[in-house]
Nanobody, 127 residues
């Protein structure tokens, strides 16, 4: 059984940092892509960043480029999102997702490609 569990969210002032973590269990031995998505109140869920199985290919939404860094440690089945220079507009529920698909610029943010999802962790940035 696959489980995806996020942690690390919280309340932070604008300009601050947070690091999210996500543990994906039950996928050992499978080369899965992982990603972070977020959904702000009243808005649709959107892709934030994703990383290939090897960690060698990453993609970011334009809104977070240069501020967020995605990484993964396959030895412990964990995905990370280091978020720096946070802005109030980064306030959202952040979701971790995993999937196995043809991974490229045109597919990384397609939510339908990710089969497994966590319950989310709330990030709130105060001004």
């Amino acid at each position: 059984q696959v489980q995806v569990v996020e942690s690390g969210g919280g309340l932070v002032q604008a300009g601050g940092s947070l690091k999210l973590s996500c543990i994906a269990s039950g996928l050992t031995g499978r080369a899965y892509t992982m990603g972070w998505f977020r959904q702000a109140p009243g808005k649709e869920r959107e892709g934030v960043s994703s990383v290939s199985w090897s960690g060698g290919t990453t993609y970011y939404a334009d809104s977070v480029k240069g501020r967020f860094t995605i990484s993964r440690d396959n030895a412990v089945n964990t995905l990370y999102l280091q978020m720096n220079s946070l802005k109030p507009e980064d306030t959202a529920m952040y979701y971790c997702a995993a999937g196995i698909f043809d991974y490229w610029l045109g597919s990384w943010s397609q939510q339908s490609q990710y089969k497994y999802w966590g319950q989310g962790t709330q990030v709130t940035v105060s001004s």
